[in-house]
């Protein structure tokens, strides 16, 4: 098989770029491990940026997104039993997010891709890079029996944190930064109507807390637990008693409760490489940066390096300009960075860590009741919670 470009992984990051590539008359093949049962059987965080959506129009994808999808302008901080309320529009100029499922987002795109009989396989086994430094890199892969090889122009890595990309650069050509949280996210999923129709963000003596949605029919609840303990530790009763723990009466009170429909435990990680670039491969979304859920930067910026690896393509091809593939990784990771300071503020305030001391719940404490007293504070808190641009 020959194409101009490969790309691995068939999340949102991969469907998107060939999404846009394709509609752009660019050659790509998606390899992905998984079936796509698998892929759209994950459940992941559901907050997108307008930059995002934006780019979903873009590919063709935005149509259900516009129709099912929640317009939000603002969002709940509680802290020390009272309910505090972000006005993102009023602060970020008129800006607001919108709440819609990540498996959606993947659901959409997949179709759309079919759509267009986009080249997507499942169940690419045993994908391997080579001659990634050369201009004729390839790409391997077993489809049952047989080898299939794939010689292509550029190589993007949109493979996740576990994928193979990443791995297939030399150690000493990257750098990587990494932060581990003592703690995971017990994740709920309920049919049930939200306690707010906002997202409430919540820290408590006993630990975070988050009331999130996917609809209003159906509820995200998290609670921060220990690394150590399992989803089996936690019946769903014990689950409803520690999140009402730890919300203020206001919502407590109101909370509806049911069987969840799924439960899981995430741990909390941050990860960043540099550079995003080896040769002629590309590292995008997962494959090259990790963030704690707070804030819901994950998704959103993997479309941001999504957005600049499409126009810097674009421009390669179409124009023979290759300016914006040498500085893809520089620009991309300038605002990785940015988003991972705004996602480690917000976890770091937020949680509760074994080490605290009263001193760092005091000053935590101190920089809430700043936040609210602050239109400057609730400024940069708003900008960086709908996107700083791209
Ligand atoms: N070969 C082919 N595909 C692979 C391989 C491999 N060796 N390893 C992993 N994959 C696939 C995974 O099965 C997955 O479907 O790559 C895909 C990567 O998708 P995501 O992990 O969703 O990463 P990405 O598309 O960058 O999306 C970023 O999704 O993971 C969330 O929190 C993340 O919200 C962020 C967003
Ligand atoms: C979610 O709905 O899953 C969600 C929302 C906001 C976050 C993280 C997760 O910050």
């Known amino acids: 098989m020959k194409v101009q470009v490969c790309i691995i992984g068939g999340g949102p990051s991969g469907l998107l770029l060939s999404q846009l590539l394709h509609l752009q008359g660019i050659d790509t093949v998606v390899l992905e491990k998984q079936s796509r049962d698998y892929v759209l059987g994950r ?4 907050v997108i940026e307008q930059g995002f959506a934006r780019l979903m129009h873009e590919a063709g994808c935005g149509e259900r997104m ?4 929640e317009i939000h302008e603002g969002f709940h901080i509680a802290h020390g039993g009272i309910l505090d309320r972000v006005d993102l529009s009023k602060y ?7 709440v819609y499922g990540q498996t959606e987002v993947t659901r959409d795109l997949y179709d759309a ?32 029996g047989r080898t299939v090889r794939v010689d292509c122009d550029y190589v993007v890595g949109a493979d996740g944190f576990h994928g193979v990309s990443r791995g297939s650069i030399p150690k000493g050509a990257l750098r990587e930064y990494e932060k581990v949280f003592p703690f995971g996210w017990l994740g709920v999923l309920s049919r049930t ?24 029919v ?43 429909i799924e439960k899981s435990i995430a741990p909390l990680r941050s990860y960043v490489v540099e550079p995003m670039r080896h040769g002629n491969l590309f590292l995008v979304g997962d494959a090259a940066h990790i963030f704690p859920p707070t804030g819901a930067r994950g998704l959103n910026t993997a479309a941001s390096d999504v957005h600049y690896l499409y126009h810097a393509m674009v421009a390669h091809y179409r124009k ?71």
């Open 193 to 216: 109507k939200p306690v707010s129709p906002e997202l409430i963000y919540t820290r408590h003596a006993r630990g975070f807390a988050l009331c999130s949605l996917r609809s209003q």
């Open 43 to 46: 459940i992941r965080a559901g």
């Open 113 to 144: 891709r079919d759509r267009m009989k986009g080249a997507v396989v499942h169940q690419a086994e045993d994908v391997a890079l080579f001659d990634l430094t050369s201009d004729a890199p390839y790409v391997t892969y077993r489809d049952g």
């Open 320 to 390: 023979g300009d290759g300016s914006g593939l040498d500085c893809y990784s520089q620009k991309a990771l300038t605002r990785v960075w940015k988003a991972q300071r705004f996602s480690w503020w917000m976890t770091t305030l937020l949680h509760r860590f074994s080490e605290d001391t009263p001193y760092d719940d005091k000053l935590k404490e101190t920089e809430l009741a700043y936040l609210f007293s602050s239109e400057a504070a609730l400024r940069v808190l708003a900008e960086n919670y709908v996107g700083l641009p791209y």
């Open 66 to 69: 516009d129709r099912e999808g």
């Open 92 to 98: 970020s100029g008129g800006n607001s997010v919108l």
């Open 218 to 260: 159906l509820s995200r609840y998290y609670i921060q637990v220990p690394l150590t303990d399992k989803v089996e530790d936690w019946s769903d009763d014990a689950f409803w008693a520690e999140l009402k723990h730890r919300l203020p009466a206001e919502a407590s009170d109101r909370l509806l409760t049911g069987p969840s």
